[in-house]
């Protein structure tokens, strides 16, 4: 679904104390990014908090008020300090209610796995008024109520849930882009990149620039929705880099 005059937007919240103490590397932030790329919608901030419910709340309340859709990440587990449903369901000031449908299939996939217990129950506690996202990794399912996802903070069970949601979710058009590597001091050619983009307005210039082989480069990343627009601005850069002695890659280096 798309609606291609609108610029549609997404926050992240990452939760979890591994994070913010190192112990445990983020992968979902990147992975929640590409994958809101591809349905039409930009991740427009990420914030990463601890596994304190007023911390949760006051960041839900926060981005649920700034951006079209919201999406957390990590504890939705069956231990005492996954409180992301408790602080998900104050935030939106409803209570928490065990989904029947969750249940059901926590009972099916605990079948053979020694039977649901008090703690495996907690995976099919949901804020009430919530849909299911379905996870085929480990049983327990995300959950979905209007534009706010709660997902769990495995990466590759985050991988599954949002493979789930593609195409669901009303977006506007895809992000493209088109990387140009280039041996050149990015400050030399600030000024060239300034007036590039300024001359191509639905495009953007990212610079990364990098030290190889005793050599300082960089690769310039245009992006744009429109294909059209992009390979204009990818040309103008090529020539303007041409112009000033710097050939280029196509793809990067």
């Not at 926590?106 to 995976?123: D, V």
Request: proline content about 5%.
């Amino acid at each position: 679904m798309t609606s291609p005059e609108k610029i549609w937007t997404a926050g992240l919240i990452v939760i979890g104390d591994e994070i913010l103490s190192g112990r445990t590397q983020d992968k979902n932030i990147a992975q929640v990014a590409s994958w809101l790329q591809v349905q039409g919608i930009r991740l427009a901030e990420v914030r990463v908090v601890p596994d304190v419910e007023s911390r949760i709340v006051e960041a839900v309340n926060a981005l649920m008020a700034d951006y079209d859709y919201l999406f957390t990440t990590g504890g939705i587990g069956p231990t005492h300090d996954d409180i992301t449903v408790d602080a998900v369901a104050k935030a939106l000031g409803v209570p928490v209610v065990i989904h029947p449908d969750a249940r059901a299939l926590l009972e099916r996939y605990y079948e053979t796995r020694g039977g649901l217990n008090e703690g495996r129950l907690r995976m099919a506690r949901v804020p009430e008024g919530s849909e299911l996202i379905p996870n085929r990794m480990s049983g327990a399912p995300g959950i979905r109520r209007g534009n706010l996802f709660v997902m769990a903070g495995v990466p590759h069970i985050t991988a599954g849930m949002l493979d789930a949601l593609t195409g669901q979710l009303e977006g506007g058009a895809p992000l493209l882009s088109e990387t140009i590597g280039c041996w050149c001091a990015e400050s030399e050619v600030a000024e060239l990149l300034r007036s590039v983009e300024a001359a191509h307005e639905t495009c953007q210039i990212g610079s990364y620039p990098f030290f190889r082989e005793g050599r300082v480069g960089a690769n310039f990343v245009v992006r744009s929705t429109s294909a059209d627009d992009l390979a204009q601005c990818s040309a103008a850069l090529v020539e303007g880099l041409a112009g000033l002695g710097y050939p280029t890659t196509a793809g990067g280096i």
